[in-house]
């Protein structure tokens, strides 16, 4: 869809509506004054609000008084009798009043019934790992729950002389092999593709939600790549291929291989992979976007040059300003979000609150993340929660006690390579407008004076 065909009564915003400006940024601190409020326009229809953000909007809760409280001073029922048995008939579930927190898809993009995308509830998790249910999903043909005792793994090389020996595993003999788990995230290359268009989605969920980590368990690909007696030297290239009807195939260089950080993976956050996650087989390439993380992986081929395939040629590729494509740019680079508070969510009242979100990068690990609450004119450094790891999310908090004034939020993410979270300003600079992929321009939240929190662009 082009950019003029979206319609401000629809769905989907354009640039005027959710686009500041230095002036605008003045005149979101100097309505403080005069007392007015909603001088930006939502960048969603908010009907149905507490169901369509997944529990977003529980932000704070009012504070509690125990003079009077019936939950005190009157015993609950859970609390005079047995509670249920155990659970003996399957999978464990949530509790029901968390059955707002679920992946969702976008009203604003197209939808078909097997290419399509669903987006993690980024704004309602705590921590760094995202449970294997909420993980977020991006099919290009559907998913499939596949029969693992047919599965099979082939390697082979494009050239006779690049290994010595072919193979055909089953699922039973790769996970006889030595394995190792490791906790990474991966982020498809179009999360936060939207606002590339100046288009402001509503929350977090929508604009960023593109994004889970998991504890990946499986073998590294070097020891199978070992067996097969490939040559290192001459075999610089993989490539991956899905066993779907999309016949996902991407390549890999050899250099990731070489490293034992890419693996073939069958377990996710402690149990085999979910069937929409890629079951039985899929690939594991740290810090590369999502799509190189081939799903219902059958066959891995060495070569001695990238391969070029539709997916990877004329498919997530981005279009520079002077024309032309910016291919094979698979790494993450750094970015970061705020999750709360966040778009959709509501601050009842002034006072305390505990500003916290997520910063990764595809190049090693969170160094460093600053919080301005002012549109970028101050920064000061968030708390990292334990150590942060390579190629993994990074939990950030910052303390900040909300004056009841209309505030700008903002994270900015540096990683050990000294690599700066850009605004967006900086990154259009250097590459135009016509992208989609691969933006990590630093996200801004405005908080209201009625504390309603809306997603908006700083120019």
């Given amino acids: 869809m082009n950019q003029d065909d979206r319609q401000p009564s629809g769905r989907l915003l354009k640039a005027p509506e959710n686009f500041l400006d230095a002036d605008g940024v003045r005149r979101v601190f100097a309505e403080a004054k005069d007392g007015r409020r909603g001088f930006l326009r939502q960048a969603f229809v908010a ?27 009157e015993l609950p029922e859970h609390s005079k009798g047995l509670g249920q048995a155990v659970v003996t008939d399957g999978y464990g579930k949530p509790s029901k009043y968390e059955a707002n927190v679920q992946r969702r898809q976008s009203p604003g993009l197209t939808q078909t019934a097997q290419a399509s995308v669903s987006f ?31 599965h099979r793994l082939m390697v082979n090389g494009s050239d006779p002389g690049l290994l010595k020996k072919p193979l055909v595993l089953g699922m039973d003999e790769l996970m006889r092999l030595p394995s190792v788990s490791r906790f990474h995230f991966i982020e498809c290359g179009a999360n936060t593709g939207m606002e590339w268009g100046n288009v402001a ?30 040559d290192y030297k001459k075999a610089r290239y ?26 073939l993976a069958y377990g996710q956050n402690g149990e085999m992979l ?47 300003p002077g024309g032309l494509h910016r291919q094979y740019t698979s790494i993450q680079e750094c970015k970061s979000v705020v999750t709360t508070p966040s778009g959709g969510q509501v601050l009842l009242d002034k006072g305390f609150y505990n500003i916290s979100g997520l910063a990764w990068s595809g190049r090693g690990r969170i160094q460093r993340v600053d919080v301005s609450v002012d549109g970028g004119r101050n920064w000061r450094s968030a708390r990292l929660e334990g150590t942060p790891l390579p190629k993994c999310l990074t939990r950030f908090n910052l303390d900040w006690v909300w004056d009841g004034k209309p505030a700008l939020i903002q994270s900015r993410a540096m990683d050990e390579t000294g690599f700066v979270q850009p605004a967006m300003r900086q990154l259009r600079e250097v590459r135009g407008t016509r992208s989609i992929y691969h933006n990590n321009a630093i996200q801004t939240w405005l908080v209201q004076e009625d504390g309603e929190v809306k997603n908006v662009q700083l120019s």
């Avoid at 509690?64 to 019936?70: K, L, M, T």
């Fill in 47 to 73: 009907a149905g609000a507490a169901g369509a953000l997944g529990g977003a909007a529980r932000v704070a809760a009012a504070p509690v008084s125990g003079d009077g409280d019936p939950a005190i001073l």
């Fill in 120 to 150: 993690a509830p980024l704004q309602s998790l705590f921590g760094i790992v995202t449970p294997s249910g909420l993980h977020f999903e991006r099919h290009h043909q559907g998913w499939w729950d596949i029969d693992p005792s047919k």
């Fill in 201 to 230: 989605v509503p929350t977090v969920q929508y604009s960023h939600g593109m994004l889970s980590c998991s504890e990946f368990t499986g073998v590294p690909l070097r020891v199978v790549l070992d067996m097969a007696g490939v």
């Fill in 238 to 263: 993989v490539l991956a291929e899905g066993a779907d009807g999309s016949s996902m195939t991407r390549t890999i260089p050899m250099e990731m291989v070489e490293s034992g950080e890419v693996l």
């Fill in 274 to 320: 979910r069937p929409e996650n890629g079951y039985p087989l899929r690939l594991v390439v740290p810090g590369v976007q999502g799509v190189s993380w081939v799903k219902y992986l059958r066959r891995i081929e060495v070569g001695d040059q990238p391969w070029a395939t539709k997916d990877e040629a004329i498919h997530y590729v981005d279009l520079m």
